[in-house]
């Protein structure tokens, strides 16, 4: 089975601190994605990466950075937390998408709490 | 990539068949359709793609009409289990981006 694995399930930052949040999948994927999700408005994408050290931003990237140093592992920065980061953290994988497409996989989410 | 439009919610009762139809006015060509559930506290998963015609698997069927500007998910005999968030999503097939919208809240009652 695929895995992708977040690393905190809960975390709570201060104001201000700079925030790790990692994603690690054990497919060999080479599309990962960060997204944040919020009451009413659904998942919305933040980074995407199609490659090792490849970054795209998707449609709300303000305030975030990220980093894919190996294929692995996509890593959400958030430089200066602030509460309106206040969130549920969603990261997926999925292999290339081809002729046909394919599907993502999830990891469970990482709920940040910014105070 | 093209916008969806689905309803908000949608309330059902254990037993009957759940239709969520999503728009996709401005489809392209090397678009497919492809719909993911998401149950409180876990992340999305996949169920069901499609390109055109109709689609089934253990889970849902997809109707796509021959214009591809919707497509119609559907639950068969629901139940209290099948209460989550539905998400359409249209896309190329060789796209890198992958979006979201609001989904759609499906939720089943006794």
Same mark, same amino acid.
């Given at each position: 089975?695929?895995?992708?694995?977040?690393?905190?399930?809960?975390?709570?930052?201060?104001?201000?601190?700079?925030?790790?949040?990692?994603?690690? !999948?054990?497919?060999?994927?080479?599309?990962?994605?960060?997204?944040?999700?919020?009451?009413?408005?659904?998942?919305?994408?933040?980074?995407?990466?199609?490659?090792?050290?490849?970054?795209?931003?998707?449609?709300?990237?303000?305030?975030?950075?990220?980093?894919?140093?190996?294929?692995?592992?996509?890593?959400?920065?958030?430089?200066?937390?602030?509460?309106? !980061?206040?969130?549920?953290?969603?990261?997926?994988?999925?292999?290339?998408?081809?002729?046909?497409?394919?599907?993502?996989?999830?990891?469970?989410?990482?709920?940040?709490?910014?105070? | 990539?093209?916008?969806?439009?689905?309803?908000?919610?949608?309330?059902?009762? =254990?037993?009957? =068949?759940?239709?969520?139809?999503?728009?996709?006015?401005?489809?392209?060509?090397?678009?497919?359709?492809?719909?993911?559930?998401?149950?409180?506290?876990?992340?999305?998963?996949?169920?069901?793609?499609?390109?055109?015609?109709?689609?089934?698997? =253990?889970?849902?069927?997809?109707?796509?009409? $021959?214009?591809?500007?919707?497509?119609?998910?559907?639950?068969?005999? *629901?139940?209290?289990?099948?209460?989550? *968030?539905?998400?359409?999503?249209?896309? $190329?097939?060789?796209?890198?981006?992958?979006?979201?919208?609001?989904?759609?809240?499906?939720?089943?009652? $006794?």
């Amino acid at each position: 089975d695929v895995k992708v694995t977040q690393s905190s399930r809960y975390l709570v930052k201060r104001t201000g601190e700079k925030v790790f949040l990692e994603c690690v !999948q054990d497919m060999d994927h080479e599309n990962m994605f960060w997204y944040r999700q919020d009451p009413g408005l659904g998942l919305r994408l933040i980074y995407f990466s199609y490659d090792v050290k490849m970054k795209e931003k998707g449609d709300i990237p303000e305030g975030y950075s990220v980093s894919r140093e190996k294929k692995e592992r996509f890593s959400l920065i958030l430089e200066s937390a602030s509460t309106n !980061q206040t969130s549920m953290y969603l990261c997926a994988s999925r292999t290339t998408p081809g002729e046909r497409g394919t599907e993502a996989f999830f990891g469970q989410g990482t709920r940040l709490t910014v105070v | 990539l093209a916008k969806t439009t689905q309803p908000i919610s949608m309330d059902s009762y =254990e037993g009957q =068949e759940v239709n969520i139809t999503c728009s996709h006015n401005n489809i392209a060509t090397n678009d497919y359709i492809t719909w993911y559930q998401q149950f409180p506290s876990q992340g999305p998963r996949f169920i069901i793609q499609g390109y055109k015609t109709k689609v089934t698997n =253990e889970v849902a069927s997809l109707f796509i009409p $021959a214009d591809r500007k919707s497509s119609t998910l559907s639950l068969p005999r *629901v139940s209290l289990s099948d209460t989550a *968030v539905y998400y359409c999503l249209v896309g $190329a097939f060789n796209d890198y981006k992958l979006s979201f919208g609001a989904g759609t809240t499906v939720t089943v009652r $006794a």
